[in-house]
């Protein structure tokens, strides 16, 4: 079964940082890209970044770009999200997700239950 | 960017009764060179992460009840709910991953019962 299970999330001041985790089981995480998608609360939903199954090819929204940082270890079978210089519309849950098949991109069929990102002051 | 709209913003539907969700993208997301518009539906219930149910605009994930269908091609495309049941009240997206991995969403709408 594929689990992803989001941590990391928490409080944090304006300006500051924190880094995300997203264990992934139950598939080859090697084999597959991933996305950080993230939710405003009770807003809707916003592509965050992008990184291949290598990790040789990473994109960021404009949002977030030169800010977050996406990595991912596939020996840990692990993705992870840096955010520094953190702004209040920052403020999201923040989910990983993987792609339905592997074989070219036909939706996100994968969903972790996400970690709630809090800045304020 | 491709740009994602949908209308209505909100719906209400006795159970029983269709439901009809429209999305529209600033760009075509039809492929020529395979005839694929690169475009799913997502439902988000409350508290939960977003379940994929139609990708290729039209094909159901597995496990989809086939009360939901999708349509159309190009720029306009519709999502609906042939029979609405109690737990399809959510908010539903469509996405565009014709410019993957940079794709985007639509704002979302919500469904809920009559």
């Known amino acids: 079964e594929v689990q992803l299970v989001e941590s990391g999330g928490g409080l944090v001041q304006p300006g500051g940082s924190l880094r995300l985790s997203c264990a992934a089981s139950?598939?080859?995480?090697?084999?597959?890209?991933m996305n950080w998608v993230r939710q405003a609360p009770g807003k809707g939903l916003e592509w965050v970044s992008y990184?291949?199954?290598?990790?040789?090819?990473?994109y960021y929204a404009d949002s977030v770009k030169g800010r977050f940082t996406i990595s991912r270890d596939n020996a840990k079978n692990s993705l992870y999200l840096q955010m520094n210089s953190l702004r209040a519309e920052d403020t999201a849950v923040y989910y990983c997700?993987?792609?339905?098949?592997?074989?070219?991109?036909?939706?996100?069929?994968?969903w972790g239950q996400g970690t709630l990102v809090t800045v304020s002051s | 960017d491709i740009v994602m709209t949908q209308s209505p913003d909100s719906l209400a539907v006795s159970l029983g009764e269709r439901a009809t969700i429209n999305c529209k993208s600033s760009?075509?997301?039809?492929?020529?060179?395979?005839?694929?518009?690169?475009l799913a539906w997502y439902q988000q219930k409350p508290g939960q992460p977003p379940k994929l149910l139609i990708y290729w605009a039209s094909t159901r994930e597995s496990g989809v009840p086939d009360r939901f269908s999708g349509s159309g091609s190009g720029t306009d495309f519709t999502l609906t709910i042939s029979s609405l049941q109690a737990e399809d009240v959510a908010v539903y997206y469509c996405q565009q991953y014709y410019s993957t991995p940079l794709f985007t969403f639509g704002p979302g709408t919500k469904v809920d019962i009559k």
């Open positions: 990184i291949s199954s290598s990790g040789s090819t990473i």
């Open positions: 139950g598939f080859t995480f090697s084999s597959y890209e």
């Open positions: 760009q075509s997301v039809l492929y020529s060179s395979n005839n694929k518009n690169y």
């Open positions: 997700a993987r792609d339905l098949r592997g074989d070219g991109y036909i939706g996100s069929g994968y």
